[in-house]
């Protein structure tokens, strides 16, 4: 028996997040220090259709999660009240799990968490690469300096993000990662497990 957890479009839209935060991660770095010269323009440019594409990704996501066909607005509502009681269960001092739905509360809250900080990441990168436009009023005010470090410590934040989120997955919920490829999860019929297992101690 399979129930479907993740649809197309979500599945499209979370792997082609991973990739391009691969992309801009790896250009990122590439042109805060560059370790192979004559290499530059090309990442530049990489690192600006990726971030480009990964903002039309994000607006289509969210917009998808309300109005789609498989809208699942609702399987990110914050619930703040059963956050300590999750956070309880990380720590090893409790064996409950707090989960309504696909997330538990600090899924729901680090998701929310990564969504407005890409949007913000997305902005500084605006204000590093046009200085004198639209986000200019940013420069001015910050300082290209200082919105280069709030970049740099937004990528390490995603990084950091990333391998969290594959240890708890795959340490927590092995299956879910499966899920996001395949969306659909195998569930074990009750009803023949345990006829299985009549038979077998009958014998």
Known sequence: MTTTTHHWPQRTAHLLNLLLMLVLAGTG?????????????LARYAHIVAA?????????????????QYK????????LQALPRQIRYYLFLSNHEVKQGLYNPLQRLAYLGVIILLIL????????????GIMGFLAN??????????HYLFTWFFITFVIIHLYLVLTETPQAFL?????????????????????????
Do not use: C
């Open 29 to 41: 770095f590439y042109i805060h220090r560059p370790l192979v010269g004559g290499l530059m323009g």
């Open 141 to 150: 005010g910050l300082g290209l300096a200082e919105i280069r470090a709030l």
């Open 72 to 79: 699942d607005a609702r399987e990110f509502k914050p619930q």
């Open 52 to 68: 480009f594409v990964l903002l039309v990704n994000l607006a289509w996501r969210i917009y998808y999660a309300f109005l789609g």
């Open 121 to 132: 990441q997305g902005i500084l990168g605006f204000a590093l690469g046009w200085p004198q």
């Open 179 to 203: 899920e996001m490829f395949w969306g659909e999860r195998r569930e074990r019929n009750k009803t023949s497990a345990a006829t299985r297992s009549s038979t077998t101690t009958s014998k």
